[in-house]
């Protein structure tokens, strides 16, 4: 069950990315290119994903568990700190190069896109460089 509630979240998700533009690197340096030739239209995207994750989170607070697992697994913290604030530009930088995010990026290798294959081995590449600069001692 928890298997093929996955695999659909990750079909709607992906045909969401590819039907809103988001798996486009053009269409997203256009959106972010606020002094530019700015495109809008992915400020309507992010304004319904806001409103289909705030829905969310109202159900959410009425359940116990979710209905594939134990407990939910959220965030422990909510402090704005300065990993938070710099992992965010850095995340908003990389976007913006890119025109692609982690998502997006994902959905795009199905398309064989070569910036696609690029911008994952990249992400893959700075996923192990953190996760051997931030080891814990143990």
């Known amino acids: 069950m928890r298997s093929l509630i996955s695999l659909l ?5 992906g045909f969401g990315l590819a039907l809103s533009g988001m798996m486009n690197p053009a269409r997203v340096r ?30 959410q607070k009425r359940m116990s568990a979710p209905i594939a697992d134990d407990s939910f697994n959220l965030p422990g913290t909510q402090i704005i700190d300065r990993r938070l604030l710099g992992g965010a ?24 896109l070569q910036p696609a294959l690029v911008f994952v081995a ?14 814990k001692p143990g």
């Open 30 to 59: 256009g959106f972010l290119d606020l002094f530019g030739d700015w495109d809008p239209t992915l400020a309507f995207v992010m304004g319904g994903a806001m409103l289909v994750m705030a829905v969310g989170w109202l159900v």
């Open 9 to 13: 979240s990750g079909a709607i998700f």
């Open 89 to 112: 530009a850095l995340f908003g930088i990389g976007w913006a190069l890119a025109g692609l995010c982690p998502g997006p990026a994902i959905a795009s290798l199905g398309t064989a």
């Open 122 to 135: 990249a992400m893959l590449a700075g996923m192990a460089v953190y996760a051997l600069v931030d080891r």
